[in-house]
């Protein structure tokens, strides 16, 4: 994993200095709110529904054990002993006070952690493969790239005030798990028709208001152009971005107005302007991070305990069957912890449980931790024959839910439980559809299925994606939840079509039931999964199931 | 024609810890919106409003809420006011405790 240097260091610490002056001036009124905002925004300090909301960046969602363990003391310490993962791959605490968020960013620069451009009109937290490094069907590491990326986007000059946030995600294997195509811009390794690596570069998707999927701006373009070529795009953006209408601002407007030929003439030409400043000192540079991101030493030993752990106990092998992926190295597994056990907070952890997920990362997973944009945190690298052990620790911790990909792995943002811009709960229905589900005992037989819950039309919740979305609307001072069906956020992505008026909160929980019980009703069998059963049927049947004609709902 | 005027409260969030306070009438910013200030006159609520605005070194983001006279005195209309007397649904945290 990629240590600070000394230029790292010395940048963030100097950018806490500031901000507790920055805060120190607040407080004692020199400043108002209005000169504030921009500068805590800056770090990542936002002002929700009950208390100030700091979101702390969690660089393509890679964590060491340390940084976990600071986590974890952080929300003991200035917090309400938990911290919220977002689909960004970022932390989030909820209660923070003022005064002491200066000491937290020291203490998150003490592990090199900052909450620096997780808001505003800049480059976001670049994300990528929560499976990076070690997913099976990878081509290469996407985490180096994205180290670039940070590097070269973190107090980049030009792109301080862009017209609008600036979303990038990169994925290093077959199947798209970094959501690319939902990105300002989506990076996806691809190799040429000579075995080379390189990026095929999507711009201008994006969900919120309007939700777009990305377009192919270059098709191949060679790893060692990959940082002139994106700040091509982000210049022509600066420049060519409205910024009269907030909601048109973003890029994937800017593509949709201008037309990707035009975008891709002036990417070109900007991209041709600027290829020979970048004289190879990015490349030195990506050269000293790929060094920092070598795989680990993968060892070759006997998997039988696994599979007699397997035979044995089948709770072991449920979960086993849900929480695993496939690892590129032999004897290995990938281990999805769910921070969604059955009526609990999608996302949210407790210090203990941190802790826990640290020390199992130290133990048996080469020091190593992701968060997923689905909320969920991952062990990258553990030997089959540790499972059982990493299994039996999980479950003591209350985080051996064998749920992933399942109904109740949902998504769903804070919602109006916590943020200014909510216009509907979303937590409280993601509790209510789990549990339920759970107390039915069918999530297994319902098989893959993704639900995604936004809180308002930005969309964190990623609902345009979710094989199920539900969007919590404002309707004449009533929480009403809008359902759209067949989304998909990877390599095929599509955005759900929506299913017909909204539900009040007491509606949704039993139409969703409605429309999974009646999938299991049209599915040609049990490996039709409901997105397959969706594309195969359309949106009709689903539409009859979840509003009942009256005569039929007379004749029930 | 403009709307008629509905009562309202002068809300705000607390300068140090961000939690919902309500400006009452004797100039307190109050944890409590039952004893905030119900303006029932427009012209005065603009005014008091105004008056909350100046006092940044003390609160944020101060703003207009609709309010309605309860028992114990104001209370919200909206869900969304509502929620801020009380904290959030998934946690007892916030007012919620903090009051009782």
Redesign the interface.
């Known amino acids: 994993m990629y240590t600070y240097n000394d230029f790292d260091e010395a940048f963030v610490r100097s950018r806490v200095a500031q901000f507790r002056a920055q805060v120190e001036r607040?407080?004692?009124?020199s400043l108002?709110?209005d000169e504030f905002k921009p500068l805590r925004l800056m770090n990542g300090l936002y002002?929700?529904?009950?208390?100030?909301m700091l979101r702390v960046a969690v660089p393509y969602g890679t964590l060491n054990p340390s940084q976990m363990r600071q986590l974890a003391d952080i929300a003991d310490r200035w917090d309400?002993g938990y911290g919220h993962f977002t689909t960004r791959q970022n932390i989030q605490y909820?209660?923070?006070?003022?005064?002491d968020v200066p000491d937290t960013l020291e203490a998150l620069a003490d592990v090199g952690m900052h909450a620096i451009q997780t808001s505003g009109n800049t480059i976001r937290n670049v994300t990528a493969d929560h499976f990076a490094g070690a997913a099976a069907d990878e081509i290469e590491d996407p985490r180096p790239v994205a180290e670039l990326l940070r590097q070269w986007s973190t107090d980049h000059p030009e792109f301080q005030f862009l017209p609008r946030k600036f979303k990038i995600a990169v994925s290093g294997a077959e199947h798209d798990r970094a959501v690319t195509k939902a990105h300002d811009i989506g990076l996806r390794m691809v190799r040429n028709a000579a075995g080379e690596p390189g990026f095929e570069v999507i711009v201008g998707g994006g969900l919120g208001r309007t939700p777009m999927v990305g377009k192919v701006l270059r098709d191949f373009l060679p790893k060692a152009d990959l940082l002139p070529y994106v700040e091509a795009i982000v210049s022509v953006y600066n420049l060519l971005g409205r910024r009269d209408n907030k909601y048109k601002a973003r890029i994937k407007i800017t593509v949709h107005e201008n037309g990707l030929e035009k975008i891709q003439e002036l990417v070109e030409e900007r991209f041709a302007a600027i290829r020979g400043e970048f004289t190879g000192f990015d490349q030195d540079l990506l050269t000293e991070i790929e060094a920092a991101f070598a795989p680990p030493a993968f060892v070759t030993k006997s998997t039988d305990g696994y599979e007699a752990a397997r035979l044995a106990n089948p709770a072991f092998r449920s979960w086993t069957d849900t929480n695993l992926a496939d690892h590129k190295a032999d004897g290995y597994a990938i281990v999805s912890i769910s921070i969604k056990k059955h009526g609990q907070?999608p996302g949210?952890a407790t210090s203990d449980q941190m802790r826990v997920m640290a020390d199992l990362a130290e133990r048996y997973s080469h020091g190593e931790l992701r968060i997923s944009h689905e909320q969920n945190v991952i062990l990258p690298h553990v030997h089959q024959s540790d499972l059982p052990a990493v299994y039996a620790a999980l479950r003591e911790a209350d985080l051996a839910t064998a749920n992933i990909g399942l109904v109740s792995d949902i998504i769903a943002c804070p919602g109006?439980?916590?943020c200014a811009l909510a216009t509907a709960?979303s937590?409280?229905i993601a509790?209510e559809i789990a549990t339920r589900f759970d107390d039915l005992k069918i999530e297994h037989e319902i098989g893959a299925l993704k639900i995604k819950i936004s809180g308002c039309i930005n969309a964190c919740g990623h609902h345009h994606v979710g094989h199920i979305g539900i969007l919590g609307l404002?309707r004449a001072?009533?929480?009403n939840y809008q359902i759209t069906l067949g989304g998909d956020g990877t390599e095929t992505t599509t955005i759900g079509e929506r299913a017909g008026p909204g539900f009040s909160a007491d509606e949704i929980m039993p139409a969703i039931e409605r429309l999974v019980k009646g999938y299991l009703d049209l599915r040609t069998d049990e490996t039709e999964t409901f997105l397959q059963t969706y594309r195969r049927l359309g949106l009709a049947p689903f539409k009859e199931i979840l509003y009942p004609s009256e005569e039929k709902a007379n004749a029930a | 024609m403009a709307r008629a005027f509905t009562p309202k409260v002068v809300t705000a969030n607390a300068l140090l810890e961000g939690d919902a306070v309500w400006l009452t009438e004797d100039d307190r910013w109050t944890r409590d919106i039952a004893e905030a200030e119900l303006l029932t006159d427009e012209a005065h609520a603009e005014l008091r409003l105004l008056e909350a605005q100046s006092r940044a070194g003390e609160i944020a983001d101060a703003y207009l809420a609709d309010a309605k006279s309860g028992e114990r005195g104001p209370e919200p209309t909206h869900f969304r006011e509502e929620f801020r007397t009380r904290g959030p649904s998934n946690y007892r945290h916030g007012k919620q405790v903090e009051l009782n």
């Open positions: 607040r407080i004692d009124g108002t709110e002002l929700q529904l009950h208390a100030y309400k909820n209660w923070p006070k003022l005064q907070t949210d109006m439980d916590y709960r937590i409280p509790q404002d001072g009533v929480e």
